[in-house]
């Protein structure tokens, strides 16, 4: 039997109801997949609709300061809807948990119950008790060096693909990075251990699985590195595909490489961070390859692996970066023509090395009109990318039809990631089918069945 709290301010005897948002990247999808997990197993509910709720969760991102302001908001407007007839417990998770755990407890207009930080999940029914029953706030942001959180089965939501953080955390401290302070440093989990969880996922229905991490391919447990474990998960029955996101660009051996070309379930594409294209800002941002550097690994890739798609991150707006460095960025981004690309302005973090050294000198009106000219660019070089695919045959993996699209039509992706929107043909969700591009917009495919 379960362990149920006494709580003052829920009722104690029924289940609590726990609504949980989630803002960020995918790391932050799977720790919420996590905490359900961990919370299910004591008793708790979950529940889409917050009014209900008896705890509100907010698992956070610190990546952006877009990302924290909203959460800000959040937090006053679950406040204000509630008001004082209804109260609801509000807890703080993630990122945000950690880098702001001073100002949250300290804000008394926020309100914020409990906090737990990245690594400490599995003390959340303990957090909880105690906000709830001393009616004190609680927190825990301690970060570990071996939380893996591997003995944990996260509770997934169905579908084809299922996301495993195969390793956590970040030795690399890019100056304009959180992650290394929030997320703490690099740990991985072992082959078996991510073996043992592809084998369950495949009897659980998932046709592909996305291997995680911050820097994924950093992975090393004892001799074993990111190859072994790909060719490993790979030799798992049932598993049709497998992706990987994200890497860093100094990380890539020719074994891996070589493994990718050869392996038919390892998905062709590489999703690889440039962040800027101008050696002076490479430097500054700590990113430890120059742009001669990127661009020969690029080369190395696509010999190595000739239909690879290509997709980056890029920042513009870093401090002191100027104008001509800043064409040097497009001048690489028309270079390498990569399918596609995450643009973002500049974000000072708190704590970070470029916060310390570099004041955020470039005006928010340079950083708009940068990361437009970017965008202009990019988004030219997706669709004349995309458009390449017309005419051609692909091998697409069925995946549930996103919300925004009419359920008249049947979606996969391919191999390079691309969405192809078919007309409804009776194939279902984790049908891998054979189908012939017809046209391109700058966003998707359309296709026929071959
Ligand atoms: N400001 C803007 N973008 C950032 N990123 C990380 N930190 C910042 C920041 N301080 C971007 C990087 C990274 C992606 C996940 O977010 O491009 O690759
Ligand atoms: Fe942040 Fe750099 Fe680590 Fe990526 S590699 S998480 S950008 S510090």
């Not at 959460?71 to 948990?97: E, F, Q, W």
């Not at 460095?325 to 028309?334: M, N, P, Q, S």
Request: proline share 5%; charged share 30%; hydrophobic share 35%.
């Amino acid at each position: 039997m379960s362990t149920v709290f006494y709580n003052p301010m829920i009722n104690s005897t029924l289940q609590k109801k726990v609504f949980l948002e989630t803002y960020g990247c995918q790391m932050n999808e799977y720790d919420s997949e996590l905490v359900r997990s961990i919370l299910k197993k004591e008793n708790y509910a979950f529940v889409a609709d917050e009014s209900a709720a008896d705890i509100v969760m907010l698992n956070t991102c610190a990546i952006r300061e877009h990302a924290h302001r909203k959460v800000y908001g959040r937090v006053h407007s679950i406040r204000h809807t509630r008001g004082k007839d209804n109260p609801v417990m509000i807890g703080i998770l993630g990122c945000m948990a950690t880098n702001l755990r001073q100002d949250l407890l300290e804000d008394r207009s926020l309100k914020i119950d409990f906090i737990a930080g990245p690594d400490s999940y599995k003390r959340l029914p303990q957090l909880i008790h105690e906000a709830s029953d001393e009616g004190q706030k609680s927190y825990d942001v301690t970060l570990s060096e071996f939380e893996t959180y591997s003995d944990i089965n996260p509770s997934r939501k169905e579908g084809v693909n299922a996301w495993i953080a195969v390793m956590r955390g970040c030795n690399n401290f890019c100056t304009f990075c959180v992650v290394p302070y929030t997320r703490g440093r690099e740990r991985s989990r072992s082959p078996e251990n991510v073996v043992d969880e592809v084998r369950r996922l495949v009897t659980e229905g998932f046709k592909q699985v996305t291997l995680l991490g911050q820097n994924v391919n950093s992975y090393r447990y004892d001799d074993y590195d990111f190859a072994y474990l790909m060719d490993e998960v790979s030799k798992v029955n049932g598993i049709e595909r497998i992706r990987f996101t994200s890497p860093h660009p100094k990380d890539f051996p020719d074994r891996f490489l070589e493994l990718m070309a050869v392996n038919p379930k390892i998905c062709k594409h590489i999703h690889l961070p440039l962040q800027a294209g101008n050696n002076r800002v490479l430097d500054m941002m700590n990113r430890t390859y120059t742009k001669e550097e990127f661009l020969n690994l690029v080369d190395k890739i696509r010999t190595k692996i000739p239909k690879v798609a290509l997709t980056t991150d890029i920042i513009v707006g870093f401090p002191t970066e100027t104008d001509e460095e800043f064409e040097d960025t497009l001048k690489l981004v028309a270079k390498v023509q990569f399918d596609s690309a995450f643009t973002f302005k500049y974000s000072e973090r708190q704590g970070t090395v470029a916060s310390k050294k570099y004041p955020d000198d470039v005006p928010e009106a340079i950083k708009t009109e940068r990361i437009m000219r970017l965008n202009e660019i990019q988004k030219e070089i997706t669709f004349k990318k995309n458009q390449e695919h017309i005419g051609q045959e692909f091998q697409i993996l069925i995946e549930p039809t996103p919300k925004d699209k009419p359920s008249t039509n049947t979606v996969g992706r391919t191999d390079g990631n691309k969405l192809v929107i078919l007309p409804q043909n009776g194939h279902k969700m984790g049908d891998l089918i054979k189908v012939i591009i017809t046209d391109a917009t700058p966003h998707s495919l359309k296709g026929i069945i071959k």
